[in-house]
C-alpha cells in the first residue's frame, strides 16, 4: 500500500464510519427500542384509555423515581460494578428528608436540598471510598451496605411512616410547569445532564475508561479511584433524587419502599444496552429501557392484567435482547466478538462522539 | 517428505465485514516437519490458524486431512481430528493442578462414577515427563516457570495424541534457555512424526527451528519452500512486499547538562537493590536481562506504581518521588508497558480518545474535551507514526498489533515527557512495523529525550542502545557500551556469570 493512499485513508473519517458509529451506538438498544414502540402502540390501538394525556402522563411520572435511579446506575455499571444498595438509600433518604423537615424543622427546599447531599455523600464517601479508595468487591460492599441502610431506615423509623405535610414537596410530585408535571421535568433534566457529563467532560471519557480497562486508564494517569467515588456519589444522588420524589408522591416517609429498586435499575440499564462488564453503554439507552418497563407496566395494568406480569416479561426481554445481539454478532463481529467477550455488540463503544470529526473537516 | 501432507488447506477465503481477511491462502503440513507460518500482523496468520483449530469457519476452500475433506464446525472437531493449538495467550487456570490443567476439557480416568485419581496423576505424569518436565503433578499450575507451564499446555495438547500441533508464538515470553528447551522438545516430536505449524516474529527462531515455511501477505500465501532455499532478505522482501533497510542507529548524541533521569541506590525490597543509572538527555539506554530479573519492576517503581525502600530518583536534576502515574506523568516521565491488551489500551474506547488519554489526564475532569485539538495530535500522530486505522473513530481494537502498538507510544509521545520509559516496546509486533518503532524512538531520542528500553529481545536491544545495562536478580550485573555489547556476553551477564 502507498503511504499516501495510507494517509488520506486514515485522517479522513468518512461519512460511512460517521453513520456506522450512531448506528453502532443505538444498535445497542434498537431491540428493546422497536419493542416499546411496538407494545405502545399496541396498547394505543387496544386500550382506548392509554394513549390520553393524563395516562401518558400518569405512566412517566409512574416511572420517574425508577428513571432517576437508573441514570445514575449506568454510570456505576459503566465502570463495571453495581450499586445494590440504592433501594435502600433511596428509602433513608425519605426518612432523611423528614427528620430535616420535620424534627430539624429546616425550610422544605433546604431540607430536600439537604437530603440529596447527604444521599450523594453517602454513596461516594461509603460506597464510593469503600469500592474506589480501597479496592473491595463492588458486589460485597453494596450488598453489605444494602443490609445497613435498610436496618438503620428500619431503626430510625421504628418501621413507621411519618407524614410529611409541606406544600412544597407535595408540589414536586404534583404541580406542573408548562403544563407538565415536576417529576417528568426532573426525569428528562437529570437525562440531559447525564448525558452531557459522559459524552462532553473528561470525567465521562474517565467513566469509560475506568470500565473498558481499569490498568491502563491507571497507568494513563487517570485517577481511578477519584472516578469510582464520584460514580458512586452520583448514583447516591439519584438515588437522593428518586427518595425525594417518592416522599413527595406518598406524601410521607416510608421505610417499605425500593426494595425492588436496585434490580429494576439493573434491569433497565442492561436492557438499555449498556455492558454488564463495563465502558460499553450510555443513559440514551437506559431510558429507553426504563420507558420499556414503565409502559409495559402502566399498559398490562389497563388491561386488566395483573402488574405482575411487567415482571416476568421484563425478564424475557431481558435475556431474549441478549441473545439477540449476541446472534447478531456471531453473524458479523467476528473477531471483535471474541476480543470483547460476551454480550457486547460489534459496534463502537460510547455515545458516539461524531459531530466534532465533521466540523473540523 | 515425500509422502502426501498429512494437513492441506486450500483456497481458503474469509471475510469479516469489510475487511477481507484471508484472500485464497493456502498451506500443506507433512508428517514430521516444522512448518513455520510467518507473515506481518494483519495478513491473516490468525485467522488461518482459527480455521484450522475450528474456531471459526472459512467463506469459501477446503481443508483436508489425510486427503480426505473436512468441516471443523467447532474447536472439538478439530481437536478429534488430531489437531491441537498452543495459543500465544496461556489457557491454563493458575490455581488447578498441572494434572487438572492437563485433562481440561476432557474427562479424567474414572472408577465408576467416580474419578480415579491416582490413575489420572499417573497418565498426567507420564504425559509431561515425555516432555522432559520431571515435577509433582499434583503442583498448582502457577507455581511453575512460565516455560514449565507451556510445557504443561503442550502436553494437554499433546494428550489427544494430536498429529499435528500448533505453536502460535510459543516463545514470546521464554528466556533464551527456555527457547531453547522448547526447540529441543519441539525436534523430538518432529522425529516422532508429528507435524508442527510454529508462528513466530523472530525470524532467527525460524530460521533455526523450521524446515519449510509458508509466507503470508494481505491474506493469501505469497510463498512456501523449504527453509534453504530462504534467506532472511528474501523472506522479509515475500513478508513486506518491498525490500527494508537494516536499521543503522544514529551516532551517539553528546549534550551537557543534568541527566533526564538519575537513580541512586533505588531498591524495591524483593525486585530491585540498589540501582545506580543514568540516561542523558538524547541517550538511549537499554535494561537486558532475564524474565524476573527486575526490569518491570524498576520501570514500574520509577513510574509511581510501587514505592521503593530507599533509594532517589531525579528527572532532569530535580528529586521525585511519584506516588501515581498521575504524578509521573505531571513530572515527565512516560511508560509503555509491556502487555498492550492489559495495560496499553482501553479496547471498546476510539484510536482517538487513547491517544490523548495521558496527555489529558491533568486537565479538569468537567472540562469539555478540545475536539479541534485532539483531532489536530490524533491527525498528527497517524500520519507521522503511519498508523493505519479505517478511522481514528473506530474501536482501538479493530487494529494490527503493530498499530496498536503504536497509538499506545503515541499515546505517551502526545505527553511531551523528558524521559521516556519502554517495556517490551515491540512485543508481538511484525518486521516492519518494529523498524518503524525503532525510527520513531531513534527521533524522540533526537528531539532530547532520555529512553529507557527494556526488552527480552537482545537483538533489539543492540539495534536501538547507546548502553546497555545488564539485569540480574534485581541488581545491575553490567554495563556494556554499544562497541562492547554483543548478544553473548548479555546473555554471560544476564545469567549471573561474573
Known sequence: MSSDATVRDTVRPTMGSRAAAIWGAANRYAVVLLLLIGIFLFFSLTQPDFFSRANIENLLTGSSILFVVSIGMTFVVLTGGIDLSVGSLLALSGIILSELFNDVGLPAPLAVVGTCLAAAFLGGAVNGVLIGRLGLSFFVVTLGTLSIYRGVVNIWSNTETTYISSSFIDGIAFSKFLGIAYPIWIMIATYVVALVVLRWTYFGR????????ITAARLSGINVARTLIMVYAIVGLCAGIGGVIQAARLGAASPLVGESTPLDAAAAVLLGGTSFLGGVGGVTGTAVGVLFIGTLQNGLSISGVSSFWQQVVTGVILILAISIDLLQQQGSGGPLRRLRGFGHGPTSSSEPTVEEGARSD | MTEDPFLQAEALHKRYGGVHALRGARIAVHPGEVHALVGENGSGKSTLLNILSGQIRPDSGTVSLAGRPVEFRNPTDALRGGIATVTQETTLAPELSITENVFLGRRMLRRGPLIDWPATRRRALAAVRRLGLDVDPSLPVRRLRPDQQQMVEIARALSIDARVLVLDEPTSSLTDDEVASLFGLVRNLRDEGVAIIFVSHRLKEVFDLADRITVLRDGRTVGEAPVGELDRPTLIHLMVGRALEEMEPPPVQERGGASALRLRGLTLPGSVYGIDLDVAPGEIVGLAGL???????????????????????????????????RGAIRGGVAFV????????????????????????????????????????????????????????????????????????????????PRVLMLDEPTRGVDVGAKAEIYQLLFDAAESGVGVLVSSSENPELLTLCDRILVMFRGRIAAELSRDEATEARIAYFAGGHR
Do not use: C
Open chain 2, 291 to 325: 524474565v524476573g530479573a527486575g526490569r518491570s519492576e524498576l520501570l514500574e517503581t520509577v513510574f509511581g506504581l510501587h514505592r521503593p525502600s530507599g533509594g532517589t530518583v531525579e528527572v532532569e536534576g530535580s528529586r521525585v518521588s511519584f506516588k501515581s502515574p
Open chain 2, 337 to 416: 508497558p509491556a502487555d498492550r491488551k492489559l495495560q496499553g489500551l482501553v479496547h471498546e474506547m476510539s484510536a482517538r480518545e487513547n491517544l490523548v488519554m495521558a496527555s489529558t489526564s491533568s486537565l479538569a475532569r468537567v472540562r469539555r474535551p478540545a475536539a479541534r485539538r485532539e483531532l489536530r495530535v490524533v491527525r498528527e500522530s497517524f500520519e507521522g507514526m503511519r498508523i493505519r486505522a479505517g478511522s481514528p473513530r473506530v474501536p482501538v481494537a479493530t487494529l494490527s498489533g503493530g498499530n496498536q502498538q503504536k497509538v499506545v507510544l503515541a499515546k505517551w509521545l502526545a505527553t511531551g
Open chain 1, 206 to 213: 474517565d467513566v469509560y475508561a475506568v470500565g473498558g480497562n
